[in-house]
């Protein structure tokens, strides 16, 4: 496909997201702070624009779920795509003005932006605007591309509320969900605090799943801004590809061949897809929704995902054993604020020495016997030394485990 028809897609799939997206916006300032990041170079330019492509895919994820395999994934993954592309054109746009030079991510981003040149008469579908044309084609075959359009924005007043007190009756409306505990998550997403997580079917365990992945990926792409354009991005699209890969999973989990990974029911080989896509065969949604995740995501971004973490430690050492640390102990790269003292994912601030310390959720120790009493903790700094305790009146759950 010609460079003008990728850059007139873009333009449109730039646009293409649910109504929800710009107006949840508003909803609440402080989605936007928490999605920032930290350190020093959180002012910078390229870390405000990579901000702002992390609040508008939160927001276009946070759709009107539906409990239908396909739809849920596809109005995920469209969004996930777009930004993907954003993320790229950032980086080049700041990689350039700095001087800084990467082949690999330039490759990289070449490979999201217009697809890798060895699919040969294939590459501009193995893109992601062209991956996204496939989901935006899917949605229009099963009758839902009008649902995905108008997402919670439609249901904002009024409506039965179906997933949070599990009604039935097909009526929804938005969600604004605090903290996503109560009788829906019990305390598992406790650390997604008053963020809008979409509207719809939540009760259900694949809108869970969608939502516990979504807001890990969100959350590990708001990190310790370096001011280094390759560190950077890097660190915006490890977790990026991981979402896509984890969503992937989600999907075969609940689709309607389920265990099996395989087509069940009148299944084509994933090379002879394009073919008949190509000639406007009819294919079926499922054959095609596995040519999505099998045949092109899990296909490619496992991959390149690998190369993007040698490639992190290359250029950063001190960056991938941070981001490893994080995962190993399922903490998030920026702490919450100390005025609100919440753990965003197990990781908060504590004050120790005249200076904020970063304290992770680790070496609980009770300070009384009983569950009640307060509870307290090592904090450590950035580089793991113990600096003290934080002594909290409600134990973190970590304590419960140790």
Not at 226 to 241: A, E, S
């Amino acid at each position: 496909m010609g460079l003008s028809r990728n850059l007139v897609l873009l333009a449109v799939l730039s646009t293409h997201l649910p109504s929800s997206v710009y107006g949840a916006m508003s909803m609440n300032s402080d989605i936007l702070a928490m999605m920032s990041g930290c350190g020093h170079n959180v002012n910078l330019v390229s870390s405000v624009e990579y901000a702002k492509i992390n609040v508008e895919m939160h927001h276009g994820m946070a759709i009107n779920f539906t409990g239908n395999a396909e739809y849920d994934f596809l109005a995920g993954m469209i969004p996930h795509h777009t930004a993907a592309v954003d993320m790229c054109k950032v980086y080049e746009d700041h990689a350039e003005a700095s001087g800084f030079s990467n082949p690999g991510i330039d490759s990289l981003c070449s490979n999201i932006t217009f697809g890798a040149e060895s699919w040969g008469e294939w590459q501009y579908d193995f893109s992601q605007p062209g991956e996204t044309e496939q989901m935006l084609d899917i949605l229009e075959d099963i009758g839902m591309i009008d649902h995905y359009n108008e997402g919670c924005s439609g249901n904002m007043h009024g409506g039965m509320d179906e997933g949070m007190h599990g009604d039935t009756n097909g009526g929804m409306r938005r969600d604004l969900v605090e903290g996503m505990h109560g009788d829906m998550h019990g305390d598992t997403h406790s650390q997604h605090h008053d963020m809008f997580m979409g509207c719809g079917k939540l009760n259900l365990d694949q809108t869970k799943d969608y939502i516990q992945t979504n807001m890990d990926m969100h959350m590990r792409m708001s990190f310790h801004w370096t001011g280094n354009p390759g560190v950077d991005f890097l660190l915006g699209m490890i977790p990026h590809h991981q979402g896509a890969i984890e969503m992937c999973d989600i999907y075969y989990k609940y689709w309607s061949c389920a265990p099996a990974r395989e087509v069940c029911d009148d299944p084509i080989p994933l090379d002879e897809i394009l073919v008949l896509l190509s000639d406007d065969e009819e294919v079926s949604v499922l054959n095609r929704m596995h040519h999505i995740c099998t045949g092109h995501i899990l296909e490619t971004q496992p991959k390149e995902l690998e190369w993007m973490l040698e490639e992190l430690g290359r250029l950063s050492p001190k960056a991938l054993a941070m981001y490893k640390m994080m995962q190993a102990d399922g903490t998030y790269p920026c702490p919450a604020e100390d005025s609100k003292d919440h753990t965003r994912g197990g990781t908060f601030f504590i004050l120790g020495k005249g200076r904020r310390k970063r304290a992770r959720e680790r070496d609980c120790m009770w300070a009384g016997k009983k569950p009640e009493e307060r509870c307290r903790k090592w904090a450590r700094d950035e580089n793991g030394k113990r600096v003290g305790f934080r002594v909290r009146d409600v134990c973190p759950k970590a304590c419960h485990m140790n």
